[in-house]
């Protein structure tokens, strides 16, 4: 399998033509990422590794003005590939906000109203500490020494962030997908902290088949003579390809076979036959190399590995003793979960496994499964059911809180 | 069917027991529920609709509520009342309530559209301490009229779609309702049935007189002392 459009290519690997790697300088230069906060070795990160991570830093983006209450504030969690610019441009695509579509100003999350802050995950890429930092016991990248990042790491360091912020409690905890899996541990690890929570597209579990299709990622990146064993930044090599290759499986995952039907069909990329070779002859073929190649452009690779095993060890009710309701025990928290009808990744029954558990709990919980044919990347997307209900949600619990 | 008692168990004028003034627009039959439900009482409303009961009883006994509707269009506007509403139905979403897990739990005007009538009552009973249940009666004169003088299913205010069309599967008169509550062990602690413009009935009563002038019954019920008979209560 190539990702180069040019049947002549496939020849080629990118090992025989190294890129130059990001320098880790330049992955963590504040100028492009947004704003960094620093800890120290005397403020580690304990991790579910057994492992006391420091020094770390954490890259954030921040929209709107915090109120002299400090009670306005709003956390998004981004999704396994997202990042912290969630409303503005993104240093290496040049794209909008991911998330424009929901917040800003006038929007459900209203920037003239509330003080909104995302932080890239510890593990990821985009600022915050991950495999491709510097290990400063060896003064090269960590690679796959970097330790294993859970869900929960990477609530218990976005905290240790609004501790320096100085927000002591959250108005409203949101994400969908991985983020949505952090707006779970956000209300099962900090209640007090948590006015309101929307988590959105997720579940409390990663599935079997999800597990499934991660491992397919990871064993494409890890089959890359490039990714060198995770040392690819020492070798000066980059796993373009199987990273790429990751990339387009997890990519099918996110859409539904109505929207792929109605985006491409069977339609051909140049002329009407087929050219009876391997060349990129459908349509989504193409599409789906595109998706590979612009993802190689802005995502690290070990990275990838690394959170998509937090995803797949996530299970909260399994840190519970097996009963969900119970990481939701006497909660205060007010939740709203919301699915879409074609998500086959987080399919609408894990939403309500866990308003069935939020529900054993008595919390206060509104579900809503909204009609859409985009599949599990909806919640990034125009939805104006979605944008609807959550308006409604985040306006009643505004009054609710006062603001 | 076990012998029913000639008249209902507690006479019960719903209306007098509404404090003047306090109508305010609201549906009388609300009102009816309203009188029904102690203030700051846990209340689960089953099919909630767009959240009006909910958000009276919120706003006038300050309830602490929750809701269940089918459409997403009556959760959205749930949402925007600031109610805590999930989408689901009444026969799929009520086994994962823990027992007791509310003080009241009320279902208007939906156990007749539900699959399985039985099952969705002994789980209201073992939810809520006390059920407050309305249902259109099938017993009513005009029901029996279009059925009896014109030979046809009947189409009244209260069941307005044509029987090919209906939501409404499983109805039942008001004493086929107090039959159902003494199979599964519901104590009737309160009842009454609501005319055509939904204004309760102020005399007690035989049941087969409000069985023949109730266009609908309103029942509080709670359960049995000791167990609900073959219920699924969960232990």
Redesign the interface.
Known sequence: MTLSLDPAAQSRTESAVPVPPPTVAEAEAPSTQGQIVQFGPDEPLAMDAGVLLAPFQIAYQTAGTLNADRSNAVLICHALTGDQHFAHTHPVTGKRGWWETLVGPGKPIDTNRYFVVCSNVVGSCMGSTGPASTDPATGRAYGLDFPLVTIRDMVRAQAMLLDRLGIRDLFLCIGGSMGGMQVLQWAALYPERVFAAMPIATGARHSAQNIAFHEVGRQAIMADPAWAEGRYLEAGTRPAKGLGVARMGAHITYLSEPALHRKFGRRFQDGSAPTFSFNADFQIESYLRHQGLSFVERFDANAYLYLTRAMDYFDLAADHGGVLAKAFKDTKTRFCVMSFTSDWLFPTADSRAIVHALNAASAAVAFVEIESDKGHDAFLLDEPVMFAAAHGFIDAAARARGL | MKQLRDTPPAPWDAAASLPQGERDGARIDHLVVLGLVPPGA?VLDIGCGDGTLLALLRDRRGIDG?GIELS?HG??????????????DADT?LA???DD?FDVVILSQTIQATRNPRIVLEHLLRIGRQVVISFPNFGHWRVRAELGFRGRMPVTPLMPEEWYETQNIHHCTIRDFVGLCRTVGARIEKATALDARGRPMRFAMPWWVWNLLGAQGVFLLSQEAGEVFGGPRQV
């Open positions: 846990r929750r997403r959760v959205n506007a749930c949402l925007a009342r600031g109610l805590p509403v999930i989408q689901g979403d994962n309530y823990p897990a």
